[in-house]
């Protein structure tokens, strides 16, 4: 007879898995596919020639600077860090003396936590590039906050088709072999290595993301096909197990 408990603890597993294979924060990287979005964010202040050129070029009404108080917590954070920064010239574009560039990383919208930031720290109302700040000290920076796409929609397209190939490849070979061995009337039942596994999958696909975020360890081509491997050996030692312990019963 299946144990009771085995049996809602596989299907509460199961349920989970099955969730996760269409979460799109399960077993992704942390800050991908935006990481073809080109983000710059820079300061440039009052003193230098690069402030004087840009608030020439677009008509900037230094008297209309936002005090840096009236920013949001991220904006604040993002403007101190850039004010960190050495000066030096960008790789591309306006390549004028003075400016301080900081690098943007936008986390998985998906994501319940992120360490880096939600979206570009763009302290413009409008919505406009270029924004003058006035320092807690009273002097100004021009902050400019560009966000586009090198690489196109498709290609964030192709990437999310990939990260969902990778939950199906992973996910619904454990799925239907929980499933098959929790619906069942007929040995063998889920075990608790069989279940134990199922929950240890499920932490790992929706803490990779965390783990690449709070850790040292980096995205690696290997994690999947290594994850992989391993839930079809379980798959495959239970399946044998089972017929093992059927046939030593029947005998």
């Not at 969730?19 to 399960?26: E, K, L, T, V």
């Not at 098959?180 to 990779?208: D, F, Q």
């Amino acid at each position: 007879m299946k144990s009771r408990t085995l049996l809602i603890a596989s299907f509460i597993v199961t349920v989970l898995l099955t969730g996760a294979i269409f979460y799109p924060g399960a077993l992704t990287e942390p800050y991908g596919p935006d990481e073809y979005d080109q983000m710059t964010y820079s300061v440039v202040h009052e003193s230098t020639e690069a402030f004087n050129k840009t608030v020439r070029e677009k008509s900037l009404n230094t008297e209309a600077a936002i005090p840096v108080e009236e920013l949001s917590e991220n904006q604040q954070r993002a403007f101190q860090e850039a004010k960190d920064q050495p000066q030096e010239p960008q790789e591309f574009g306006d390549n004028t003396p003075g400016r301080q560039y900081l690098e943007i990383r936008t986390c998985d919208p998906a994501l319940i936590l992120c360490d880096e930031y939600r979206e570009l720290p763009n302290p413009s109302n409008s919505g406009s590039e270029h924004t003058l700040i006035e320092d807690s000290d009273g002097e100004q920076y021009l902050v400019e906050a560009r966000s586009f796409n090198t690489a196109g929609a498709s290609w964030n397209g192709v990437s999310r088709t990939i990260e969902q190939g990778a939950r199906l490849l992973i996910l619904s070979p454990y799925v239907l072999f929980l499933s098959y061995r929790t619906w069942t009337s007929t040995p063998p039942a889920p075990t608790r290595t069989s279940v134990g596994y199922g929950a240890t999958l499920l932490t790992i696909v929706l803490g990779y993301p965390y783990l690449l975020m709070f850790t040292d360890i980096s995205f690696s081509s290997r994690h999947i096909p290594a994850l992989l491997a391993i839930t079809w050996c379980v798959i495959l030692i239970e399946v044998w197990r089972g017929r093992t312990g059927t046939q030593a019963k029947s005998g």
